[in-house]
């Protein structure tokens, strides 16, 4: 399909479908979160206390400048988010994940000074998991929690644009420098030489000395977690972006490169790219998603329109493979894995997938709300 005749595709069709689904589950879900899916036409809802709700916000406001009607809907999700930083529910690094989609988003597409407030907060609280003697953002845990403490992990690159933006928004240097170090840090430990990606790294929390990797989400320590390349695709020219740094280009160009080789790419990538043959390859619809959308920030960074066209592919290709076109189901892409080590949602909807695969295709189609990037003006529409 050329890019003229999918980029049709995208405004015509897949939009309208997407738009319509998404106001119905509005109604479907009240005041709970879409997490994954059930194994039918469903998905699990929860209450906001997972890392999983910032994708059901982040995809009523990326609709929002599309439908007005959705605004209202993702405002009333806000207080549900200051709510876990009073009470501290389930605050790691995803602080992030959370507060980027709800209310980052918010005051840039509404200007509301209560939702900026709420942005400071929770990149208040992210900084305070940085670890100045090993230059990381501690993952999970309490952050004297001695299991824990010295534990970074590669999707953590997407949660450095909070700190990124809250520099910019107060002034203060500490969450630029934390962002940019964890950044480097990342990049030393997590980036292997061929461009592939560990999940885990341990450094020793007192002195900063590499004690080695370890997967969490990935089938072993030395594998290649699907998922976690694309957060290295994705994360380190978002890193570019805020800081200029043409270092972090080189590194997303060998993240990519390693992807692009690896994967299959005219067929949903399998959770893992480095799985014995006789381990099943449950396949992750998400890791595309989110690689797409690197790509296109990449193309961006660097004006090389090759991956530019790779992101179309895998986005036509995730259209035709896993779009779900039945009129009742609640999520947008099948085929996607949330934990396979672990046991649960496996082959099914995964509400950042489905986020991801909105963002992406909404940049293809000309829409440049995008709320990762230092682009901070207010929409006036």
């Known amino acids: 399909m050329s890019t003229l005749s999918f980029q049709d595709t995208i405004i015509n069709t897949i939009l309208p479908q997407i738009t319509t689904r998404i106001e119905r589950n509005i ?9 994954y899916g059930d194994g039918n036409r469903k998905y699990n809802l929860t ?3 997972n890392w999983l709700a910032s994708f059901w916000s982040g995809l009523l406001w990326l609709l929002c400048t599309q439908d007005d009607r959705v605004c209202e809907t993702a405002l009333k999700l806000l207080p549900s988010f200051e709510e876990r930083l009073d009470k501290k529910i389930r605050l790691n690094h995803d602080l992030g994940f959370i507060f980027t989609l709800s209310a980052r988003a918010a005051y840039q597409l509404t200007g509301d000074a209560a939702a900026r407030q709420l942005a400071l907060r ?3 609280v992210l900084y305070q998991r940085y670890n100045p003697a090993g230059q990381y953002i501690q993952a999970w845990g309490e952050i004297d929690d001695p299991a824990q403490a010295g534990r970074f992990i590669i999707d953590c690159m997407m949660n450095l644009p909070l700190l990124f933006w809250a520099h910019t928004e107060t002034g203060e240097q500490k969450y630029y420098d934390a962002a940019i170090n964890h950044a480097r840090t990342s990049q030393q430990y997590l980036l292997r030489e061929d461009g592939s990606s560990y999940h885990t790294y ?3 929390p007192e002195t900063g000395e590499a004690i080695g990797a370890k997967t969490h989400q990935g089938y072993a320590d030395d ?3 699907s998922r976690g390349q694309a957060w290295a695709v994705y994360g380190f020219p978002m890193v570019a972006e805020w800081t200029g740094e043409s270092e972090f280009i080189d590194t997303a160009k060998k993240a990519a490169g390693r992807y692009l080789h690896d994967a299959p790419l005219t067929d ?3 959770w893992d790219l480095r799985l014995p043959q006789n381990e099943p390859a449950y396949p992750d619809s998400s890791a595309d998603a989110i690689t797409a959308g690197g790509l296109l920030r990449l193309a961006d960074l660097t004006g090389d329109t090759s991956y ?4 179309e592919s895998l986005l036509h290709m995730l259209y035709k493979q896993a779009f779900d076109t039945r009129e009742d189901a609640q999520g947008l892409l099948r085929h996607g894995t949330q934990h396979a080590p672990h046991g649960y949602g496996i082959d099914t909807y995964t509400i950042f997938g489905d986020y991801f695969f909105l963002e992406a295709l909404l940049k293809l189609a000309g829409n440049t709300v995008d709320f990762w990037s230092p682009d901070i003006k207010k929409d006036t529409k």
């Open 223 to 225: 594998s290649l977690w």
């Open 27 to 35: 109604q479907q879900y009240g005041n709970q979160f879409p997490s």
């Open 47 to 49: 209450a906001n206390e």
């Open 308 to 311: 530019r066209h790779h992101a």
């Open 202 to 204: 341990y450094l020793n």
């Open 122 to 124: 929770g990149a208040d």
């Open 268 to 270: 949903v990538v399998p």
